[in-house]
């Protein structure tokens, strides 16, 4: 059973608009959410995170969302931008263990010029 | 050279080979993981070393061996494969493995395929 949902596989957004991306939890002990990007033929880089303790955290045109009640965040990026074509995971773990991160299957975002 | 390394880029095994995947991080990190990423699937972590020792194997076949012989460098060794083990193959190292705020640098992967 996916304790981390990304439910939609693609996400098509024209450039210098907002993208949003959403991601699903199950499990209520998660108490710490990150978002990685991947380019094709490279490893996934580390984005942004935010911890149970918050609802938002911002780095540039880069804003994180969750909502405890819902099990859910979203990430946000405004403008989106043709770099930004990539494919994004979501991750969460619990007890602040790193070994502890479970990936939902990622949601490739394509910018439109 | 910084970063996370991974040797080889891509590999074609049969069944019966004995290949090694190679991972070198330059970063001073204290952990270090193999992950693997199958098709339409979530990356799923295999096996964590916290300064060399390993603290996690996630019921992972015997096929797959790692070995850590120091914290910059970490090695997967395959053995009699099966063709459902083509997948790739990422190496991922973080400062520790204690806090989830230390986010994991990953490499570019290995691909796998095993014919």
């Known amino acids: 059973d996916q304790q981390v949902k990304q439910n939609s596989p693609s996400l098509s957004v024209q450039e210098g608009r907002i993208s949003i991306l959403n991601c699903d939890y199950t499990?209520?002990?998660?108490?710490?959410f990150l978002w990685y990007k991947k380019y094709p033929a490279e490893g996934p880089t580390f984005l942004i995170s935010?911890?149970?303790?918050?609802d938002k955290n911002e780095d540039g045109r880069f804003t994180v969302f969750l909502n405890k009640s819902a099990k859910h965040l979203s990430l946000h990026i405004v403008p989106s931008q043709p770099g930004d074509s990539a494919v994004y995971f979501c991750?969460?773990?619990?007890?602040?263990?790193?070994?502890?991160?479970?990936f939902g299957k990622g949601t490739h975002l394509i910018i439109q010029p | 050279e910084t970063g996370v390394t991974q040797t080889p880029r891509h590999l074609v095994m049969g069944m019966t080979n004995k290949k090694s995947l190679k991972c070198e991080q330059h970063l001073g990190h204290n952990a270090m993981y193999w992950y693997k990423q199958s098709a339409k699937k979530p990356l799923e972590l295999m096996f964590v070393y916290s300064l060399e020792e390993r603290v996690e194997n996630n019921s992972v076949p015997s096929r797959f061996s790692p070995e850590c012989p120091n914290s910059s460098h970490l090695f997967l060794h395959l053995h009699t494969l099966q063709p459902e083990d083509s997948a790739l193959y990422l190496c991922?190292?973080?400062?520790?493995?204690?806090?989830?705020?230390?986010?994991?640098?990953f490499g570019n992967g290995t691909r796998l395929t095993v014919t």
């Open positions: 935010i911890s149970s303790i918050k």
């Open positions: 991922a190292s973080s400062q520790g493995v204690d806090r989830g705020n230390s986010p994991l640098h």
């Open positions: 499990n209520s002990m998660f108490d710490y």
């Open positions: 991750a969460a773990s619990y007890g602040g263990g790193a070994d502890g991160l479970t």
